[in-house]
């Protein structure tokens, strides 16, 4: 009774669709692909070639600084990040690290924008939040297929599955922060005489930033795990230890990957958290 | 010209503004409207003149659409009908630019709780309104540095507003405002916040300032004693609607209906304060020693315009004019008797507030307290009014 019709084509529509973007976009991908690609490796490279015990110092004064003078973070870091080098993994932490900073910036220069539009139009709310879900719930390797299509393999595509599935808090967040913003402030900024992006910077904005960073935060962390993921497609650095580990059925070289990706993401969340805290006084 | 003029303003929130218009014109009350229509009328068809220079108090209880009627002077509400006219320049015509302008050079707003930006520095939002108007950094933080000193921070213009008691944020919002120097203050119980005696204080401030300022101010405040002190003139709204617009003496007078006098009754001084509380020592002359020419001379040193006449114990026996005594004393008259006027309005020691009022309405002279026929004190009509809004000047030895 259920059969009244065949099975609907959906595979095959978005298998072509994504066959007809691959083949009219090309002009836009493959440029996007080799010199973005270029940049990224050159990146990587960059950051890799930095005597690790250079970073560690940079990273462990930053640490302390940003805590607030407190040396918790800096020894931390000084000892997960040496344990990584001791570990072999240096190179793979700087590649990840790469591929996790460039995303996580792609997405907030993106994402704030979108998230600020949402705030000053329920059409773009009603349009956008349904998207947001959408690419939220989508389970997270979807995402890969088309990256493959669009860009092959990579870092490159692995930033593109990045940026779908971290953006949304970003967007969230800033839309959710500017909405926050009490009346009484926006109408004060309005009665003397404000523009909209005058009301936007000297007073909204500055008044979401914590929610805003809270969003950020969120996104930094989804783009480490999907950076993660994204080793299936290609993409270096400690996740592709992981998986040939998985392939491999090596318990202990993944479970040292592994730990290598819990340290940075504790090191990244800490910063990006006393960032907001220490702003936001 | 006047400065603000408010036109048949109404503003209805909701959805079905046009009907509930309509039926506001068939009388409809607020309610009844919004069980019909399930929009609420926020102001109904108000109109009211602020000229230059005035205090201009709307008064009304909580809900009564106050809020609502300032904001659509500064059109942060856009009215459902009517219009607004500054300085005779239609608001409603304007575009967002006119708008802005308006905003920024004539019009400034003090809010209800303060509204002060959080992120900000108290000299940082002082100068918000110089800010936005690309005043170059010197100049505003010049502009806004003087604003604070006259509120008297002006040892505080580092601190943030979470740093300050609910008293100095007031004078910081006060300050922001009159930073731009404006034409027109809009303040939004803009002292409602405020414990009694700071509020106090406050008032006294503003009306300091005031002399100095001659700005126009259109106060908002739910509380009579306030309006009474501060007011050039009241405006008392209900459930949307002007109900009666006058000199703080034609509302205690002659309350438009009972809506305003359940409000004037509430001034409870008017009920406890009697005569001899307000009364101020007598100027006279004696009709058996002095003539008309002593009496001209009593009333130039005193700045009087009327002096009280007794016998040698002070029994009153009426009044004379300054007019009428300089008149005499060209004719030659000795007689005081001769000018004398005896339509002395008097009152006695314990007659209340109120019934003194309705007396010191229509006299031209002031009022003469008496007892057993002689002379006690004289009440002048400022002395009512102040002792109705609460001010200091009242004689407790006498009571
Ligand atoms: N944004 C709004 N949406 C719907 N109704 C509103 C809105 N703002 C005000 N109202 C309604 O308009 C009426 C007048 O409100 P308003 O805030 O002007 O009163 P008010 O006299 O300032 O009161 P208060 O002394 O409590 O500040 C109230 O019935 C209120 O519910
Ligand atoms: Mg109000």
Redesign the interface.
């Known amino acids: 009774m259920l059969d009244f019709i065949d099975k609907l084509p959906i595979a095959e529509i978005i298998k072509s669709l994504t066959v007809w973007i691959t083949d009219t976009f090309s002009f836009l991908f493959d440029p996007i692909k080799n010199q973005f690609g270029d940049f990224m490796e050159w990146f990587g490279d960059k950051l890799a070639s930095i005597p690790p015990v250079i970073v560690i110092l940079i990273v462990a004064i930053f640490a302390f600084f940003v805590s607030g003078k407190k040396y918790g973070l800096a020894v931390f870091s000084i000892i997960g990040l040496w344990l990584i080098y001791n570990q072999g993994l240096w190179e793979e932490l700087m590649l990840t690290f790469a591929l996790v900073a460039i995303s996580s910036v792609l997405s907030v220069v993106i994402g704030v924008p979108i998230g600020i539009l949402m705030s000053k139009s329920k059409t773009a709310e009603s349009i956008i939040t349904p998207i947001l879900d959408f690419m939220q719930t989508m389970p997270a390797f979807v995402y890969l297929i088309p990256a493959v299509a669009f860009f092959s393999i990579g870092m490159v595509p692995g930033i593109f599955a990045s940026l779908i599935f971290a953006t949304p808090p970003t967007v969230r967040l800033t839309n959710l922060g500017i909405r926050q913003v009490a009346t009484e402030l926006v109408e004060a900024s309005e009665a003397f005489g404000s523009t909209g992006s005058q009301k936007l910077f000297k007073v909204e904005l500055p008044m979401a930033k914590s929610t805003i960073m809270a969003g950020v935060n969120q996104t930094v962390m989804l783009s480490l795990s999907m950076v993660v993921i994204a080793s299936m497609i290609g993409a270096p650095g400690l996740g592709r230890e992981v998986l040939s580990s998985l392939q491999r059925a090596q318990v202990g070289t993944g479970f040292v990957a592994g730990i290598g990706i819990v340290i940075l993401a504790i090191i990244i969340d800490r910063f990006t958290q006393n960032l907001n805290t220490q702003k936001g006084k | 010209m006047p400065v603000i003029k408010v036109e048949g303003l109404s503003k209805v929130f909701g959805k079905n503004t046009k009907q509930a218009l309509k039926l506001l014109d068939e009388g409809k009350s607020k309610d009844e409207i919004l069980k019909q229509t399930g929009s609420t009328v926020g102001v109904n068809r108000a109109s009211f003149e602020v000229e230059a220079g005035e205090i201009f108090v709307l008064m009304g209880l909580s809900g009564s659409g106050k809020s609502t009627l300032v ?1 659509l002077v ?1 059109r ?1 509400i856009e009215p459902t009908e009517g219009s607004v006219f500054i300085d005779g320049e239609d608001l409603a015509r304007m575009d967002k630019q006119g708008l ?5 050079e004539k ?3 003090v ?3 303060f ?5 900000r520095t108290v000299l940082e939002n002082a100068e ?2 110089l ?3 690309n005043v170059d950094k010197e100049k505003r933080q010049q502009k806004a540095t003087e604003a604070l000193e006259m509120v008297g921070l002006g040892n505080y213009i580092n601190q943030y507003p979470g740093q300050l008691s609910g008293g100095m944020q007031q004078r910081v919002g006060l300050a ?1 405002a009159l930073a ?1 120097d404006p034409e027109v203050l ?1 303040m939004d119980e803009a002292f409602s916040a405020l414990d009694p005696l700071i509020r106090k204080d406050m008032q006294d401030e503003l009306l300091d300032l005031q002399e100095s300022m001659k700005k126009t101010i259109l106060f908002i405040t739910h509380d009579l004693d306030e309006a009474l002190r501060i007011g050039d003139r009241i405006a008392l709204m209900k459930d949307g609607s002007i109900v009666q617009i006058g000199t703080p003496e034609e509302i205690l007078v002659n309350p438009a209906n009972d809506y305003v006098e359940k409000f004037v009754e509430d001034v409870d001084r008017s009920k406890v304060l009697t005569a001899e509380h307000i009364m101020k020592r007598p100027e006279t002359v004696n009709f058996e020693k002095h003539g008309p020419r002593v009496a001209l001379e009593r009333m130039r040193e005193e700045g009087l315009s009327s002096i009280y006449v007794t016998d040698g114990k002070r029994n009153l026996k009426g009044y004379v004019t300054a007019d009428d005594a300089s008149e005499a004393r060209k004719n030659e008259i000795r007689d005081i008797n001769q000018i004398l006027k005896t339509d002395v309005p008097t009152v006695s020691k314990d007659t209340s507030m109120h019934e003194i009022f309705e007396i010191i309405h229509d006299s031209p002279v002031p009022v003469a307290v008496v007892e057993d026929g002689k002379i006690l004190g004289i009440i002048v009509r400022g002395a009512v009014i102040a002792a109705l809004a609460g001010e200091g000047e009242v004689n407790v030895e006498n009571a």
């Open positions: 904001r500064n942060l802005r302008k308006v905003r920024r019009l400034s707003m809010f209800q709780r509204a002060l930006f959080p992120h918000f309104g800010e936005v108007q922001r731009n809009l």
